[in-house]
């Protein structure tokens, strides 16, 4: 795999991007980044309070533009939010230079707390209408198994 591909995470909220992307970029002697993070640190506002006060599709802008940014780059690890497949423009950003991993992660695991659309819609509607998407987007899918056993998996059968 080339020293300059990034790797995009992608799944429901709570599956695990963050933490797993964390590892597996120490791993990999690459670079980490969190579109959700880049949300917040740009905006000056938490993502629960961008959905209050300016609505998802706000935020959907904010993070196309993340996600826009960080795809830019090159030699990362980049966990993307949960509903980055909801617009269909960022599926040619996350290919243009990125291998594309699906992290999926059963649904009665996933914590709904601090994830408005998650308390909004329910796990089961969210799921319903982006596993599909998860599916289509992703070169590859992988089963969430701990933090350490995942990026292990990913780093040992897939980036191989």
Same mark, same amino acid.
């Given at each position: 795999?080339?020293?300059?591909?990034?790797?995009?995470?992608?799944?429901?909220?709570?599956?695990?991007?963050?933490? $797993?992307? &964390?590892? @597996?970029?120490?791993? #990999? %002697?690459?670079?980490?980044?969190?579109?959700?993070?880049?949300?917040? !640190?740009?905006?000056?506002?938490?993502?629960?309070?961008?959905?209050?006060?300016?609505?998802?599709?706000?935020?959907?802008?904010?993070?196309?533009?993340?996600?826009?940014?960080?795809?830019?780059?090159?030699?990362?690890?980049?966990?993307?939010?949960?509903?980055?497949?909801?617009?269909?423009?960022?599926?040619?950003?996350?290919?243009?230079?990125? $291998?594309? &991993?699906? @992290?999926?992660?059963? #649904? %009665?695991?996933?914590?709904?707390?601090?994830?408005?659309?998650?308390? !909004?819609?329910?796990?089961?509607?969210?799921?319903?209408?982006?596993?599909?998407?998860?599916?289509?987007?992703?070169?590859?899918?992988?089963?969430?198994?701990?933090?350490?056993?995942?990026?292990?998996?990913?780093?040992?059968?897939?980036?191989?």
């Amino acid at each position: 795999m080339s020293n300059t591909k990034n790797i995009i995470l992608i799944g429901m909220p709570g599956c695990g991007k963050t933490s $797993i992307g &964390i590892t @597996l970029a120490q791993k #990999l %002697s690459k670079e980490f980044a969190d579109t959700d993070e880049w949300i917040t !640190k740009t905006s000056g506002k938490s993502i629960p309070d961008i959905f209050a006060e300016d609505g998802e599709e706000a935020f959907r802008k904010l993070e196309t533009a993340a996600l826009k940014e960080l795809c830019g780059y090159g030699n990362f690890v980049i966990a993307s939010g949960g509903g980055i497949v909801t617009r269909p423009e960022n599926l040619k950003t996350i290919k243009q230079n990125g $291998i594309v &991993i699906f @992290l999926d992660r059963e #649904l %009665s695991q996933l914590p709904v707390s601090g994830r408005p659309l998650s308390q !909004k819609e329910g796990i089961e509607a969210l799921a319903k209408a982006r596993l599909p998407l998860y599916l289509q987007w992703s070169d590859y899918k992988v089963a969430v198994n701990g933090i350490e056993h995942t990026a292990e998996y990913i780093c040992e059968q897939i980036l191989v």
